[in-house]
């Protein structure tokens, strides 16, 4: 779950982005995974599934790097936070963002999707199990 105020809007980077309401000083922690809000899916739902819930999934959801036989779902809008080689979020821990710097009010919060795929980052419905 997001820990910090955001909105969504049209993003330079792709589609819908989320952007810091208030000023984020470095350091802070943006995002817990928190199972109680943020759904954990096992693969083989995941694969079971087909049309627009699977489009969906493949979309904004990534691999458990804790499991790789579930998948995370985001329950807000943390989910629309779009790649960038220099984000402004520290993805590396699967439990946890933070700010890598100080993220000014109107900024869009970034990270690197590289940390989430192994062999670097594609669309869930792209992979190969």
């Known amino acids: 779950m997001l820990l910090v105020d955001v909105y969504l809007d049209k993003s330079p980077?792709?589609?819908i982005g989320v952007f810091a309401k208030h000023h984020i000083p470095k350091g802070t922690l943006i995002w817990k995974l928190d199972p109680r809000f943020d759904r954990i899916i096992d693969v083989?739902?995941?694969?079971?599934?087909?049309?627009?819930v699977k489009n969906y999934l493949d979309r904004y959801s990534y691999p458990d790097r804790?499991?790789?036989?579930y998948i995370v779902f985001e329950a807000d809008d943390a989910r629309y936070m779009n790649h960038d080689d220099e984000p402004n979020c520290d993805v590396s821990s699967p439990e946890e963002t933070y700010a890598l710097r100080d993220?000014?009010?109107g900024e869009e919060l970034t990270c690197n999707y590289n940390h989430f795929f192994e062999t670097g980052f594609d669309f869930l419905g792209d992979r190969h199990l």
């Open 13 to 15: 980077i792709q589609g």
């Open 44 to 52: 083989e739902t995941y694969e079971g599934e087909s049309g627009p």
């Open 66 to 69: 804790r499991d790789p036989a």
């Open 103 to 105: 993220i000014a009010p």
